[in-house]
């Protein structure tokens, strides 16, 4: 009979505690990148700003693990922002005095109404919220959809404003418009790993979504981007799925929906990319969930067998290096 991984073993089997070092290596090329966006923020230095901004369009430069620097600017920026009352709305103003034109303040604006939204909301469940607080929630969100699409002439400069449509989309339950946004927005800028990550995010099962949806959207991102990457993508996009929806992790597990041939192609592709331990790790990983013996080994072979070098903090939930291990060793019994 054959084992199941989410079956054979306990979840206290001891783990060896793993170096983290290449994990603080990408932290510190995140920080190297945001930390002077929030000074220049800070210090009201908008035109370099917006330079800065224009060369991570450019072709989509990335970290070594291959993160678009883009969106981790964009984030240097929100996350400055977001506890606000005003969502930072009133820095895209500042901004906006000073360059009407600059694509990046009006971004901030339109994410403003969301900020402001999820602020009104809280962290609590969806149950725990309020009943007259949706009525005001979905106000918000419907005026960033209205600035979006008022300014829809940026989309033609920063692919943000699709990964914007595409969260009002999904915060409006509207997966007509999510799915047209992304058909566009692929089309537009094929290689903006993000457009298809938010387009996954809002077809997950708990956003009303289905895992047949993001197979669909891991395929398309696999597709338009073929010639670049092979299927990186679809590895990419569904591995970001599992780690944002556990729950799903027993399709791999029993061969379902996700195609693991695709995926562990994809691995290999991306790491040609980025030959990074934490993209090995990542292939270690789905390869246990897929009872993948040998693309358990080759992953581990590209940190050449170091324990040291496989990165903790990207291993799918419950699951580990010696886990996994033990799960193989069982199969030989």
Known sequence: MQ??????????????SMNSARAADEEQERLEIQQP????????????????FSSYVNGFPSTS???????????????NNVSKPDGGESTADDWLKANPDSTVAMMLKASSYSSKAFYLRGEGAAETVDEDVWPK????IEQEKSYLLKHKNIADKDPMWYQLMISVARNLND????????????????????????????????????????EKIAQLAASRTSAQSGKSYYSYVWYNALSFEPEMMGLLDAG?????????????DRYKTYPTPQIATEYMTTACLAQDEKGFTEGY??????????????WLRNMSYNRCAAFFRSKHK
Not at 44 to 49: A, D, Q, V
Not at 65 to 79: C, E, P, Q
């Open 3 to 16: 084992k199941n991984f989410f079956k054979i073993l306990p979840l206290a089997l001891f783990v060896v």
């Open 301 to 314: 072979s590209w940190v050449n067998n170091q324990y040291g070098e496989l990165v903790e903090q990207v």
């Open 65 to 79: 693990n291959g993160t678009h620097k883009l969106i981790l600017a964009y984030l240097a920026v929100t996350d």
């Open 256 to 268: 379902q929906i996700i195609s693991w041939e695709t995926m562990k192609t994809g691995w290999h």
């Open 175 to 214: 997966h007509e418009l999510l799915m047209r946004t992304l058909e566009e927005g692929s089309q537009k800028y094929p290689t903006y790993q993000n457009i298809y990550l938010d387009a996954m995010e809002g077809s997950l099962p708990k956003w009303g979504g289905s895992p047949e949806l993001v």
């Open 37 to 52: 966006i929030i000074d220049m923020v800070f210090k009201e230095k908008w035109s370099k700003l917006d330079t800065l």
């Open 137 to 140: 929630f979905k106000a918000l």
